[in-house]
């Protein structure tokens, strides 16, 4: 049998952890309470875990009601910022949302998202345009610029399978808005393996509601880039590790809808392309490129000699480990702004002419902080619209 001073000791013993247990409740409760902060997280923590328990999506869909009145003629026709994020969120908002900034600014918050989301892609369009949606799949989607819902700046959006017919997986990699489908038009598209594709942009016209097939791909190849362009362009393909190639876009032929491509640019095992511009002749636009630690630069466009489709290009940007490798391109010119978007949710907006020209063998300069731990993911080129 146990000794009564044996069974009192083990007694103290369960309530002396009991006491330390209630001191360390006693004291994690003091600190919520003192820290406005720590408040918003255990409620942000408990409303995650309500919703991850009873969320669901939504049952019914609100669409316009049919009737003579044309919906269109009723919307006003304005430019619009529509922005996409990586989970697939859109929301479209007003224009002068975004106001320019210095370079090596922190940025603003440019849209409220869900845990480990962030914008992926911006870009301006007309109220009244069509604006075709490419996946990273080959597909083709189509909506008016007034059929995306608006919403505010912090806004999270409105998911953009309720709007298309994604199948699982698929993702949008591609946004074209267009007024209509004009002749003499080519839809230019670029793979991450280097496949290259031109076809008529009349080819794309079809009352059909779900998916049309863009492009034909292979393997674990995807669509990463299209363009709208008249045929008589040069092509510039980038690549992560800071390549590049530019050719003639006649060296590319038309083919029909549903065929594969041929090939752009040879890459190698570890690197892919990040991004494709068509420049037209005569511009005096130069190369903007963007790392993922937020440095930058722009280049002539002089310094990039026309090569034959298929190689394996040249150098346009010194990658290192303080630079990190290249998130996104784009032929800029003076009268337009760039904006960065970081994996965070932050968006920085600035003025082109602001961003340094430098050697195509240069790291760039400073053009975003990510001192906090977020990496670039995505620029887009806009309209300087900033008011005097």
């Known amino acids: 049998d146990m000794r009564l001073r044996t069974l009192q000791g083990l007694q103290r013993e369960k309530i002396e952890e009991e006491y330390a247990e209630l001191m360390k409740l006693i004291a ?7 820290s406005e902060h720590k408040v918003f997280e255990v409620i942000k923590e408990e409303l995650i875990k309500v919703r991850d328990k009873f969320g669901d999506d939504r049952k019914t869909k609100i669409v316009p009601a049919e009737g003579e009145i044309n919906v269109e003629d009723l919307i006003k026709e304005e430019q619009v910022v529509i922005a996409l994020t990586h989970f697939g969120y859109i929301k479209r908002m ?3 949302t975004y106001k320019s900034q210095r370079r090596g ?19 301006t369009s007309s109220t009244h345009d069509l604006i075709l949606f490419f996946s990273n799949k080959g597909k083709m989607y189509k909506l008016k610029g007034y059929e995306v819902p608006e919403a505010g700046r912090t806004a999270k959006g409105t998911a953009i399978v309720n709007l298309l017919s994604l199948d699982a ?6 946004v074209i808005p267009i007024q209509n489908f004009a002749e003499g038009k080519y839809l230019l598209m670029a793979t991450k393996n280097g496949l290259i594709k031109k076809t008529a942009l009349t080819e794309y016209n079809t009352e059909r509601k779900t998916g049309l097939l863009a492009i034909t791909l292979k393997g674990e190849d995807e669509l990463i880039s299209v363009k709208l362009t008249d045929g ?28 594969q491509g041929v090939i752009g640019m040879r890459t190698a095992q570890d690197d892919e392309i990040i991004g494709m511009e068509s420049i037209i002749s005569g511009g005096k636009a130069t190369l903007l490129a963007i790392t993922e630690n937020g440095f930058g630069k722009r280049t002539e466009l002089d310094e990039y000699r026309v090569q034959q489709r298929g190689g394996k290009g ?53 053009l975003m902080r990510t001192n906090d ?16």
């Open 28 to 34: 994690y409760l003091r600190e919520i309470l003192n």
């Open 94 to 96: 007003p224009i002068d």
């Open 232 to 259: 008589q362009d040069n092509v510039v393909l980038v690549t992560r590790k800071g390549l590049c190639i530019t050719f003639d876009e006649k060296d590319v032929r038309p083919i029909g809808r549903v065929s």
């Open 169 to 174: 997986g698929e993702k949008i990699s591609a």
């Open 105 to 123: 600014g922190k940025g603003i918050t440019g849209i409220a998202t869900r845990e480990g989301d962030f914008v992926k892609q911006i870009f």
């Open 373 to 388: 731990g977020g990496k670039v993911v995505s620029i887009e080129l806009v309209d300087n619209e900033e008011e005097e």
């Open 314 to 366: 040249v150098i346009t940007y010194k990658i290192t480990p303080k630079t990190g490798e290249l998130v996104g391109v784009g032929i800029a010119d003076d009268s337009q702004d760039v904006m960065l978007i970081s994996d965070t949710g932050t968006i920085i907006r600035m003025h082109v002419n602001e961003i340094s020209i430098l050697g195509r063998s240069t790291q760039g300069v400073t």
